[in-house]
């Protein structure tokens, strides 16, 4: 059971950290898995640069990011690989801290945005942009944010029983809010036009393709803000986790405290939708293996983000590379190395009882 999501035998030694009047856990395990990851990352972030229809050298990689302006390789470079890379860690990121901001909130190890739902209302709210009211690109992301609220709205208000809300009751809530807007989507792409369904369903897939520079640094803003915030709101996730009956008893104003975990987890979750369309897993993957490694018995935001930017450009990476000169969509290839993952949890005997 070590390391097990949400498990008193994932506790390991820490040390205190201290800076003016503020001190705060460290888990030195935490760390170096930390710094190890980040370094993956980097390389990950590299060979996603080099690797492609045109495979560039390090040393000519190098020299187009020092000098964006040179043509040829600096243009694929600059204009093509690199938002994609960025918009890839970032979306990443983003879906895994919301992942686990789900998880502690629910205090279960399926509360991720696409089982209860807020993916689902993501993607109708987009593909009813598309469909109803003929936008593209700016319109569907805008539809996209707006769906995700909606969905969050709906689930939160749905579960809210006894001036709380039970981790199973959102769950629970949440899939069938989830169940019943994918059935909204797939009535919408059947009596739309064909040419129009079909945009709609290639939006659906969760691809990084085209993406520009807007997109990235859009994903990079919501990102750069979002994360340290759930960072600071980790101690109040951390006492979530507890039970509402001794957060309250640790002086937390416990449904203040859980809306606004949502409203982070919705942010991050509506913002990366928005920007690449629905990407399967990762939110519900990247936390679980990010306490298996880190072992903390604190809600792990960083390792958890770290990880969730390296699985989403694994996944990417693979896509674009497959045998034959075929490509896939990142939503298809983080689906499969995600599904994989949560299949081998549900074969271990722990979750069989």
């Known amino acids: 059971m070590s390391g097990e999501p949400f498990s008193p035998a994932a506790h390991q030694r820490f040390r205190i950290g201290r800076l003016g009047g503020l001190s705060w856990p460290v888990y030195p395990r935490a760390v170096l898995i930390g710094v190890v990851m980040a370094v993956l990352l980097v390389a990950l972030a590299a060979a996603s640069l080099s690797i492609g229809r045109r495979l560039i050298p390090p040393a000519e990689l190098w020299a187009a990011l020092l000098h964006p302006d040179a043509g040829g390789t600096a243009t694929i470079v600059?204009?093509?690989?690199?938002?994609?890379?960025?918009?890839?860690?970032?979306?990443?990121?983003?879906?895994?801290?919301?992942?686990?901001?789900?998880?502690?909130?629910?205090?279960?190890?399926?509360g991720s945005p696409e089982i209860i739902g807020l993916?689902?209302?993501?993607?109708?709210?987009?593909?009813?942009?598309?469909?109803?009211?003929?936008?593209?690109?700016?319109?569907?992301?805008?539809?996209?944010?707006?769906?995700?609220?909606?969905?969050?709205?709906?689930?939160?208000?749905?579960?809210?029983?006894?001036?709380?809300?039970?981790?199973?009751?959102?769950v629970l809530v949440g899939i069938g809010v989830g169940a019943f807007l994918q059935a909204?989507?797939?009535?919408?792409?059947?009596?739309?036009?064909?040419?129009?369904?079909?945009?709609?369903?290639?939006?659906?897939?969760?691809?990084?393709?085209?993406?520009?520079?807007?997109?990235?640094?859009?994903?990079a803003l919501v990102a750069a803000i979002g994360i340290p915030a759930v960072l600071a709101a980790a101690r109040r996730l951390n006492a979530?986790?507890?039970?509402?009956?001794?957060?309250?008893?640790?002086?937390?104003?416990?449904?203040?405290?859980?809306?606004?975990?949502?409203?982070?987890?919705?942010a991050l979750t509506g913002a990366a939708v928005a920007t690449c369309g629905p990407i399967s897993f990762v939110a519900l993957a990247a936390p679980h293996i990010a306490r298996r490694l880190a072992r903390t018995a604190t809600?792990?935001?960083?390792?958890?983000?770290?990880?969730?930017?390296?699985?989403?450009?694994v996944a990417d990476l693979i896509g674009q590379n497959l045998p034959g000169g075929l490509t896939a969509p990142v939503g298809v290839t983080a689906g499969v190395i995600g599904g994989g993952y949560l299949l081998w949890i549900l074969t271990r005997k722990r979750y069989q009882q």
Do not use: K
Request: with cysteine.
């Open 78 to 110: 600059w204009s093509l690989r690199l938002p994609r890379v960025i918009c890839g860690i970032c979306v990443g990121a983003a879906l895994a801290v919301a992942g686990a901001v789900f998880q502690s909130i629910s205090r279960n190890p399926l």
């Open 119 to 170: 993916t689902s209302g993501a993607a109708t709210g987009a593909v009813f942009a598309i469909v109803v009211l003929g936008g593209h690109g700016a319109a569907a992301s805008a539809g996209a944010l707006v769906g995700c609220l909606v969905a969050s709205a709906a689930t939160y208000l749905l579960a809210y029983r006894g001036r709380s809300i039970g981790g199973y009751r959102l």
């Open 184 to 219: 909204v989507t797939t009535l919408m792409l059947v009596r739309s036009d064909p040419d129009i369904a079909i945009t709609g369903q290639l939006w659906l897939v969760g691809t990084l393709n085209a993406r520009n520079w807007e997109d990235a640094a859009a994903m």
């Open 299 to 313: 809600v792990p935001v960083l390792p958890s983000a770290l990880l969730g930017a390296l699985l989403l450009l």
């Open 240 to 266: 979530l986790e507890l039970g509402d009956p001794i957060a309250r008893q640790l002086g937390l104003r416990v449904e203040g405290s859980r809306l606004l975990a949502v409203a982070l987890g919705v």
